[in-house]
């Protein structure tokens, strides 16, 4: 009895219906990972929760004017960016008798508010990928930063209770809820009690009479800040104000790999 090893994952085919330059990969009745951000044009779609976990990060922070997920892709043979399936296909059929990589698609592409534009990368870790992997990275490398899309490599803490990955989630839905909660009165309240110095959230709550559903809308509006790169948002967590500085929000630099920025 001969055995047959079943393969999964594969990247999804392209066809004339698609639309972008790559579907995301089939999950064979699994839901995919989707989100909405007015930042990402609307939904969006993504394969792993790692890619999703970036998204968030993207959403809240400021710098970020916009992004997509799998926006283009790298022709590696002959060194150039594609932005139409068409254009994918007819390199695929021209460069089909080449062996090794011939082809590298970010996970993400990111318009910065300051106008620079960027690559993006995301591994987990412990997955951080072999010397063939890198090897497709450092070739896609130039090919990316020649056309103004420098490419960030990050790699996702695989502990669930990282802040990192417990933290973007609530603080991406609390932007959702800043017209309606983050009022004039409850600004003054909380600058009041937080002029003499930094202080718990458990005691702020207390003091001031919030629910700690409020902390992370004070915090994506610049109300108050604290380190919430190395700690979770809990009672413990202290903060400050922040005097409308959001970059307490600025947490991808925290995922980024010497190795990604370096090649």
């Given amino acids: 009895m001969s055995r047959v090893a079943y393969?999964?994952?594969?990247?999804?085919?392209?066809n004339s219906a698609n639309s972008g330059v790559r579907e995301t990969a089939p999950t064979y009745g699994k839901p995919r990972n989707s989100l909405f951000s007015e930042k990402a044009g609307g939904h969006i779609k993504v394969e792993l929760n790692n890619e999703r976990l970036v998204a968030h990060l993207?959403?809240?922070?400021?710098?970020?004017?916009?992004?997509?997920?799998?926006?283009?892709?790298?022709?590696l043979i002959d060194q150039r960016m594609l932005f139409t399936r068409d254009a994918v296909r007819t390199a695929?059929?021209?460069h089909r008798e080449i062996p090794g990589p011939k082809f590298y698609t970010p996970d993400f592409s990111v318009d910065w508010t300051d106008g620079l534009h960027q690559a993006i990368e995301v591994k987990g870790e412990g997955n951080e990928g072999d010397d063939v992997y890198w090897d497709k990275i450092a070739r896609a490398r130039p090919i990316l930063a020649a056309n103004g899309y420098p490419l960030r490599s990050v790699v996702v803490p695989k502990n669930g209770r990282n802040p990192l990955r417990m933290n973007?989630?609530?603080l991406k839905q609390a932007i959702h809820r800043l017209d309606a909660w983050l009022t004039d009165e409850l600004v003054a309240r909380v600058t009041r009690r937080c002029e003499s110095g930094p202080i718990s959230v458990g005691a702020l709550c207390a003091e001031v009479q919030l629910l700690p559903g409020v902390i992370p809308v004070?915090?994506?509006?610049g109300v108050i800040s604290a380190d919430i790169a190395h700690h979770t948002i809990c009672s413990t967590?202290?903060?400050?104000?922040?005097?409308g500085?959001?970059?307490?929000?600025?947490?991808?630099?925290?995922?980024?790999?010497?190795?990604?920025m370096n090649g």
């Fill in 58 to 75: 993207l959403i809240i922070d400021p710098r970020v004017k916009a992004f997509q997920p799998q926006p283009f892709t790298v022709d």
């Fill in 168 to 170: 973007p989630g609530v």
């Fill in 218 to 221: 004070l915090l994506v509006g």
């Fill in 92 to 94: 695929w059929h021209k």
């Fill in 7 to 14: 393969t999964y994952g594969r990247r999804g085919r392209l």
């Fill in 237 to 243: 967590l202290e903060v400050s104000l922040a005097y």
């Fill in 245 to 260: 500085d959001l970059s307490h929000l600025y947490l991808i630099e925290e995922m980024e790999t010497a190795r990604g």
